[in-house]
T-cell receptor
Framework: GQNIDQPTEMTATEGAIVQINCTYQ??????LFWYQQHAGEAPTFLSY????GLEEKGRFSSFLSRSKGYSYLLLKELQMKDSASYLC??????????????FGKGTMLLVSP | DGGITQSPKYLFRKEGQNVTLSCEQN?????MYWYRQDPGQGLRLIYY???????QKGDIAEGYSVSREKKESFPLTVTSAQKNPTAFYLC??????????????FGQGTRLTVV
């Protein structure tokens, strides 16, 4: 199975930078995803890391260290609309040849003026 | 337009009744997933399927059943054996099975309320 940990809540100010951490334990790691979810809506894809290092997409960046079982999502120039839950998800290959996608509990980010 | 569709958006059922949630995708994806989300919680995996006529239990499969008779469709039945069925249900699909795994795309969800 998998164990994925993220902080429950974070607060930040409009225009600032915030880093949301995610640690995981898995036996057949095959990629880590970050999703954004606004209340009552479906998650939307933000970023994907399968190799170590930093992936940058506009205001959002995601980092992965496979040896440490660690990832973070970096949000720059925060806007009020970035207030949402951020979900870390790990793809894991099982021993029987299947691949699961397991989510953490999410980090609720509140951006204030 | 390609996408993944769940219906209905809101569903009310009486306790003890089985109910089936629909999930259809026209993205030609092999892999499909069902998740449950409770208030303030993350997504928990109910069932997943990587190919037609094959599916696997996730972390919380008890009280649920699925079928995968067509590539496009992955319906979820919430049975009367599910002790606390009221939740937000999300269906997702992704490329997989040798084609290079990509991100999962989500439907808009079905909010099920059992009274």
């Amino acid at each position: 199975g998998q164990n994925i940990d993220q902080p429950t809540e974070m607060t930040a100010t409009e225009g600032a930078i915030v880093q949301i951490n995610c640690t995981y334990q898995t036996s057949g790691f095959n990629g880590l995803f970050w999703y954004q979810q606004h209340a009552g809506e479906a998650p939307t894809f933000l970023s994907y890391n399968v190799l170590d290092g930093l992936e940058e997409k506009g205001r959002f960046s995601s980092f992965l260290s496979r040896s440490k079982g660690y990832s973070y999502l970096l949000l720059k120039e925060l806007q009020m609309k970035d207030s949402a839950s951020y979900l870390c998800a790990v793809r894991d290959h099982t021993g029987e040849g299947y691949s699961t996608l397991t989510f953490g509990k999410g980090t609720m980010l509140l951006v204030s003026p | 337009d390609g996408g993944i569709t769940q219906s209905p958006k809101y569903l009310f059922r009486k306790e003890g009744q089985n109910v089936t949630l629909s999930c259809e995708q026209n993205l030609n994806h092999d892999a499909m997933y069902w998740y449950r989300q409770d208030p303030g919680q993350g997504l928990r995996l109910i069932y997943y399927s990587q190919i037609v006529n094959d599916f696997q239990k996730g972390d919380i499969a008890e009280g649920y059943s699925v079928s995968r008779e067509k590539k496009e469709s992955f319906p979820l039945t919430v049975t009367s054996a599910q002790k606390n069925p009221t939740a937000f249900y999300l269906c997702a699909s992704s490329i997989g099975l040798g084609q290079g795994w990509t991100e999962a795309f989500f439907g808009q969800g079905t909010r099920l309320t059992v009274v």
